[in-house]
DNA sequence: GAAAATCTGTAACCCTCGTTACAGGAATTG
DNA sequence: CAATTCCTGTAACGAGGGTTACAGATTTTC
């Protein structure tokens, strides 16, 4: 499928390797590109070739041997390794060393998961992160909870936590065709927040989209590749979910959820004391 | 010196500040950017476009209001940011992720989490798993769930998975008072799986012990302290709960869970997979 | 030391990608 | 409800970059 075919050996590796294959200028370019890997490569041949101070040409030759059809598919493998990296910058365990990993499969399930919500955590933009607060803040604003097939147990989730701190506040339930019906009455003070990873619903989005053409604000929770609903939510919060596993996790996007009930929780704490002693108070009658 | 002689804010960060600013699509287009950063932005305007589902255009557009001159300008200033964080591999504080972002709590909140879910797999007995998840494969074992006020969702969660990879999986719902008349069909080849944190919930452990006398398995997931109903189980997993926040924490549970779910579906695979199969035959009609 | 083979840069070609004008459409405002 | 503004995708344009042929330079081999 990949333009070189060639084993899962990182690039780099595999330029160490074949060091030796390469004409003298050629290996200029490869040292200079593992001295400044990947940027060097991602750069156009023109610059990559300056840089290394050989013409273009001995670039395409240089990667050319190396396996590739061409400059771009070279570029687009470079892209591809960053990316898998870069969702786990200290995990270099699918690379080089062996698979199994030490500590077994637990083990590298557990590290998937503390990657998840680590990456999850770094690209929460502050203002999103703010304005979602806000709005579950409001005891003004109705609020309005539901997911999908698998997720609907987080915003049930965050449906019990937020209704312990204040008022108005539902979880959308029962056959989706009757969300719609609940969905009419919705207005500009309304918020709804949706949970969605990928094998997206589209019957979530539809309703997403009533919601939002009533004035609603919809807030998002979904994956890194972003659920279609996006394009109706106002504000969108997006959380890791793969693993190594036949499924995705949701592990990071539940730390996201209680991060925001926490932050809501700390931000309205007088009113949602009283609230929860109260609360209490009926209890234990 | 550099094209866009903006300070020295990462490019992420920026994208974070001025999120506002963005008009709905360009706001799509900078969520994927940070959801998969800076991959994204080292495409081609049209993969870059194609990943956010939105026309090229609007990906210029977007960097364009991001202050950059050009594409390839914006894609130079990535590169460097890449290069500079890559010259210190461990210096992850380039990004998001240090005092520089958001930092604060939401940091504090962050490694709570990732420090409950070592301190859990960590502690877990490798034999106490390994029986977990052989009870949960074994297909002809009916197996039961039910969870706390706030853990019931875990209960649910578990139940929505195992239902698609096995038959025989019910959750436990209703009055509490109906728990019971469910109970007593109870027998040897039964599974209880049960969730309970502080602030235990004395009518689980009452179904708990009428299930354990009826013969069948409890299985118990609670937290470090450990729930009542450890008394009347068989097999115990717990999790640890404690994070900065008013509110106890589930994502540590939550993970452990699918860790047990995780290597339910691999130990069945053949036989979840022809599952599988056949239920999404079912729903595509 | 001469001839062959290999290597490497120059220059021209062509294609892809970045760019931009424009029009349809949605949202907003009076 | 109409008018206006803003937003967003389509389509065509043009430039820059990837590619290749070729010739000079260098090394190798007999």
Request: glycine letters at 8%; aromatic letters at 6%.
């Amino acid at each position: 499928m990949d333009g070189s075919g060639t084993g899962d050996l990182t690039i780099a590796e595999r330029i160490r390797d074949d060091l030796h294959r390469f004409t003298p200028t050629e290996r200029k370019a490869a040292h200079v590109l593992l001295a400044n890997y990947p940027v060097a490569g991602l750069e156009t041949t023109a610059e990559f070739a300056k840089r290394a101070d050989v013409s273009a040409p001995t670039v395409l030759r240089f990667v050319s041997r190396l396996g590739f059809q061409s400059y771009p598919d070279f570029q687009r493998a470079l892209r591809e390794e960053l990316d898998k990296q870069g969702q786990s910058p200290l995990a270099k365990k699918a690379y080089g060393s062996g698979e199994a990993g030490i500590g077994g499969p637990l083990a590298a399930f557990r590290d998937g998961l503390v990657d998840n919500i680590r990456e999850t955590f770094r690209h929460v933009p502050a203002a999103e992160f703010d304005a979602v607060v806000t709005l579950l803040a409001d005891r003004r604003r109705p609020v309005h909870l539901i997911g999908g097939r698998f997720t609907d147990v987080l915003a049930a989730h965050m449906t019990a936590h937020l209704r312990v701190v204040r008022p108005g506040v539902g979880h959308i339930s029962g056959q989706p065709g009757n969300w719609r019906d609940q969905a009419v009455d919705y207005g500009r003070s309304d918020v709804v927040v949706m949970f969605d990873i990928r094998r997206y619903q589209d019957d979530l989005a539809r309703l997403a989209g009533v919601a939002a053409g009533r004035g609603a604000t919809v807030v998002l929770m979904t994956d890194q590749w972003l659920s279609p609903i996006a394009r109706h939510a106002r504000h969108v919060l997006s959380a890791r979910v793969a693993v190594p596993s036949r499924w995705d996790s949701l592990t990071a996007m539940l730390a996201l959820s209680e991060a925001v009930l926490a932050a809501v929780t700390e931000r309205i704490w007088p009113d949602a004391e009283q609230r929860i002693q109260a609360i209490d108070g009926l209890r234990s009658k």
